[in-house]
């Protein structure tokens, strides 16, 4: 069933909906559908958001629902951002008046990156292209990766990134963007990643020493890897350019069903001052996904 729904309709249907739904009768399957989309569009969307966090959501997280329809309900919701999208998607992205607060379309991946020396060629190549696309958007970062291991010694990784990416700054410092760089788990998700740890991300950006570098501070990584985040935040918070979401343990929504304390976390954040984007970047389990995507922007919405 393929119906329009406007804020007036929703409001009017509403009680109705919900009174129905509470009763337990037994609904044709399309029926219950509807109304349930009824309650969510109500409870979800035109959230008064308080303003202190930019809010924005990461595409693949959402693979079943297309481009311009997650465009829709985010600008519907107050997000302001849909991110890890690349090129092709920023036209999209931009005509429902959103932004794509941390794009990607450079690099060779997550376990190929700039602690390989062989690589920096293609990668200074892949950057400089990409750099100069993203400032024409309107976009101010691009995301990055050290690379794996590879039996390579930290300190050893520490030198090769710092010597590519130095090279890069010269053009991410012309065109103002700041190549940011994401701090993994390399104990669940990715194994052998180098940058894994905070202090070897914040040791990198010194030895870079630009303002056009900065740390993907991803939180689901970062309290498998080493826990005490909130006060890591407080810490190096002027190392950290974005932040991402995610319930620990799984990846998944950032309820009650998992260990962190979101709302104390993004209380943190707003006052060191940031004023970047919160993006979520959890694996939603509920089987209406925009319903956990809703909740996650009023727990992070301090």
């Excluded at 984007?277 to 909740?295: A, D, N, R, W, Y």
Aim: hydrophobic share 35%; net charge neutral.
């Amino acid at each position: 069933m393929n119906k329009t729904y406007s804020r007036r309709n929703v409001l009017k249907n509403l009680a109705g909906s919900a009174a129905l739904l509470s009763t337990g009768v037994l609904l044709p399957g399309a029926v219950r559908a509807e109304l349930e989309k009824e309650q969510f569009k109500e409870e979800f969307l035109w959230l008064k958001l308080k303003g202190n966090v930019n809010h924005s959501v990461c595409k693949w997280c959402y693979p079943n629902i297309p481009l311009e329809e997650l465009c829709k309900v985010a600008k519907d919701m107050g997000l302001s951002s849909i991110e890890l999208q690349g090129p092709e998607e920023w036209p999209t992205i931009k005509k429902y008046g959103l932004t794509c607060a941390m794009p990607w379309g450079a690099g060779k991946g997550i376990e190929n990156g700039w602690n390989n020396p062989d690589l920096h060629d293609e990668l200074l190549a892949s950057f400089e292209d990409i750099i100069p696309r993203a400032a024409n958007a309107g976009l101010d970062k691009i995301i990055t990766f050290s690379g794996n291991r590879k039996g390579m010694s930290d300190e050893q990784g520490l030198e090769n990134c710092a010597l590519g990416l130095k090279r890069l700054m010269k053009t991410a410092e012309k065109y103002k963007v700041t190549v940011t760089m994401e701090l993994l788990n390399s104990k669940v998700n990715h194994k052998d990643y180098q940058c894994d740890h905070t202090k070897w991300g914040v040791e990198l950006a010194k030895r870079i020493g630009s303002e056009q570098f900065k740390l993907l501070y991803d939180i689901y990584h970062m309290q498998i890897m080493e826990g005490d985040v909130i006060a890591t935040i407080k810490e190096y918070h002027p190392y950290i350019s974005h932040y991402h979401t995610g319930g620990v343990p799984g990846r998944n929504e950032i309820d009650e069903t998992q260990e962190l304390n979101y709302p104390a976390i993004i209380k943190a954040i707003v006052e060191t001052g940031y004023k970047g984007f919160v993006g979520q970047e959890f694996i939603p389990k509920h089987k209406e996904p925009l319903v956990s995507l809703g909740k996650s922007i009023e727990i992070c919405d301090v």
